[in-house]
């Protein structure tokens, strides 16, 4: 019941559900106590509301967002405490005492200066936003970019404005209880005191030094800057926030690319969460901007995914436009009629070829190349169950999709199904659950689906764990525990909070060049931390997995099989070489739906009863009587393409074979053009 009253609201956790809660159930508390008249029990409703409002604030509760929809946003709120507060002076009969009328103006000046705090806080926004963002680009040493106001004085200012009311409010109510007016006095005095030094401290910040420079000098550095580091290869991307995930998982590949990388992003919530990377990054949100801007050098765009923004860069002649995608799998997004736009298409193995050639959409053969699939190198090859391990299966379905087909995903009709029958499974294996980021965004049964599987997961796990037939290293975990403590704790000091306090994006932009050393660390850090996870906990331990770490990879290294849908994830799998199995959660039957996907023609297809998991399950136990093994290799080479030469080296051959078409199509033009000259001179 709580779980479903948390996806009603959309708030992330059964405390920020309780926080709404007491916030909404507060405001009709504090009237009845103004009413009443009850001092003590005004306090206290005030108190909830302050601190339940201060809380879903800091966790960026949806609901705080829809509240300002409903004209019942965060000035509003406070508005309505002080307006109770004047009337719990009236109802006490001190409408004719000093605190009230000082009570009045105090509210009234203190909202005067809302107005110049909001006017002087949007002024400095705006100024410090630059046409451009950036990461791993040197503009400190061409710009003059000035440090952000200081104690994040633009951080949350709103609300940081507004709750200087409290001095006031405490005060008044003080002097309520005590029938003194001085106690009041103070707190009127420190609010009003307070919010005044709030305003005056902002006001350097528009004028002189402390002044960002205008746009047209930001780009006019960019390109210059460009100029100098003359780019080769540019990955391209636009997307929401919940899309950054696709332009993540390339990064590692430019990073080992033999030209000269830029990556350039067109919305700022994608560099603001950003992986780390050495590749220098240009967050360029306006088009204007973007095509005037100088990428004369270019000579080979990457795009990671079909989107309208993408035309401001395909009308660049002067480069070849390449779709590399952010997956490989037999979806409908992998044939996607945009993708005869490019000059190029490259897929992973033959199978991207045939998959355009069947779909017959208008993207020619000769224009796609198979380059294999980078990414897939950390992916680690199957030497069966180690000896003493009980076998651990992964479940990572797909999401519903936009268009919200139950078949896109086993989730709905057949999640639990599986999960029970892997749960009961004799002899017993461990279960690891890690969804899609985008499960239940469209349809609340997807995310009641969901809710249903942790459930059972986390149930099974408790009663496995008192179950005296498993038995931990209790000194392992806690040593595993303690080092997975230490590594977190250094990687917060390297990583750092995110800079919420301590700057903005223009300081960002500014500071933002990568320290190699510390990005080195880091990515060993990481690899520690991943080995020190999976040792936190024993070894038949089930486990839902959520969150960007562990990484899906990371999963499938400590999985025997894995349970999964119509997707990418199946194809990247393929590259472990384990049994793995897919559920026909759309009925076509087994041969239809092996004709229709490739991916799964050396899986185990599960019915939404998933009865046939046992074939899955046996092939972990026995490899040697695995019936699909043999077909699993000719898969993946079917896939993903050889494994001589590496991927990246495949990758590397293609970016550089294109770049020499575009350099011969620009030569051709300069010749031409150079001819067609000289021709009307004579």
């Known amino acids: 019941m709580i779980s479903t009253a948390i996806r009603v609201a959309r708030v992330g956790s059964a405390a920020e559900l309780a926080a709404a809660v007491l916030m909404l159930a507060g405001f009709p508390a504090i009237m009845v106590a103004a009413l009443i008249p009850s001092v003590p029990a005004f306090a206290a409703a005030t108190a909830v509301t302050y601190l339940a409002d201060h809380y879903l604030h800091r966790q960026g509760s949806y609901l705080i967002n829809r509240l300002s929809k409903v004209r019942a946003g965060l000035s509003i709120r406070f508005l309505i405490r002080q307006l109770l507060l004047i009337l719990l002076l009236a109802r006490l009969d001190l409408s004719n005492n000093l605190i009230f009328y000082g009570a009045t103006a105090c509210f009234i000046a203190f ?31 061409r710009l003059r970019i000035p440090d952000a106001p200081r104690f994040g004085l633009l951080n949350r200012s709103a609300e940081k404005m507004l709750h200087l009311d409290l001095a006031a409010v405490v005060g008044i109510l003080v002097a309520a209880q ?16 307070l919010g005044s030094l709030y305003v005056l401290a902002l006001t350097p910040y528009v004028r002189g030094k402390k002044v960002p420079p205008n746009a047209d000098k930001v780009l006019a550095k960019v390109d210059e800057w460009l100029r100098d580091y003359k780019p080769e290869t540019v990955l391209y991307f636009s997307g929401s926030k919940d899309s950054t995930y696709q332009v993540n998982m390339w990064l590692e590949t430019m990073e080992q690319l033999d030209s000269r990388p830029l990556i350039i992003l067109r919305e700022r919530v994608i560099l603001q969460n950003l992986a780390p990377t050495t590749v220098p990054v240009i967050c360029v949100p306006g088009g204007v901007h973007l095509m005037n801007m100088d990428l004369s050098s270019v000579r080979v765009a990457l795009y990671a995914a079909n989107v309208g923004k993408n035309i401001h ?34 897929v992973a193995g033959r199978a991207g070829r ?12 000769e224009d796609i190349v198979e380059v294999g699939r980078p990414q897939l190198a950390p992916i680690q090859d199957w030497q069966g169950v180690p000896d003493g391990r009980m076998p651990t299966v992964l479940y990572a379905p797909t999401w519903e999709g936009w268009d919200g087909d139950p078949g896109n995903t086993s989730l709905m009709l ?26 239940g965004t469209v349809l609340a049964k997807a995310g009641a689906a ?3 599987v942790t459930a059972l997961i986390e149930k099974a796990a408790a009663e496995r764990a008192a179950d005296p037939r498993f038995q931990a290293d209790a000194a392992a975990v806690a040593a595993a525990k303690a080092e997975l403590a230490r590594i977190e704790a250094r990687l917060t000091v390297l990583v750092g909070s995110g800079g919420g306090e301590k700057g903005d994006e223009a300081e960002a932009t500014r500071d933002g060049v990568v320290d190699v050393a510390k990005y080195e660390e880091i990515a060993r850090l990481r690899g520690e931390w991943n080995d020190a996870y999976w040792r936190s906990f024993p070894v038949w331990e089930h486990r ?15 999985s025997d099989a894995m349970v999964s849908d119509i997707s990418s994830v199946v194809s990247d799998f393929i590259a472990s070489g384990k049994p793995y199995a897919v559920t026909d959660s759309a009925g ?28 899955l399950l046996d092939a972990v136990r026995d490899p040697a009587g695995d019936p699909l093994a043999e077909d699993r290799v000719e898969l993946r080479q079917y896939l993903l393409g050889p494994d001589e030469p590496t991927s990246i080296e495949q990758f590397n051959t293609a970016v550089a074979n294109l770049a020499i078409k575009a350099e011969a199509r620009n030569v051709g033009q300069e010749s031409r053009a150079a001819a067609s000259a000289a021709e009307t001179v004579v």
């Open 450 to 452: 969901h809710d249903k």
């Open 354 to 365: 045939d998959r355009y050639a069947i779909a017959d959409v208008g993207v020619r053969d």
């Open 414 to 439: 057949a999640g639990e199904n599986i999960v029970k029958k892997l749960l009961k499974a004799d002899p017993p294996v461990r279960v690891l659950y890690k969804p899609h980021p985008f499960t």
């Open 178 to 193: 005590l029938d003194t007016a001085t106690p009041g006095f103070i707190g009127i005095g420190v609010t009003i005191g």
């Open 544 to 558: 839902v997995i959520t969150g960007a770490e562990p990484r899906l990879y990371d999963c499938f290294n400590v």
């Open 313 to 346: 860069l395909l009308r660049v002649p002067t480069m070849k436009h390449v779709f590399i995608g952010h997956g490989d799998s037999d979806k409908l997004a992998s044939v996607n009629p945009f993708s005869k736009a490019y000059d190029e298409v490259w």
């Open 111 to 141: 909202y005067g200066l809302q107005a110049p705090h909001g006017a002087l806080v949007t002024l400095i926004r705006n100024r410090r936003r630059l046409p451009v963002a950036t990461r791993n680009v040197d503009l400190a040493s």
């Open 588 to 615: 076509l039957g087994v041969e239809e739906f092996k004709r229709q996907n490739t991916a799964v023609r050396a899986a185990t297809i599960l019915s939404n009863k998933a009865s046939e998991l046992g074939g």
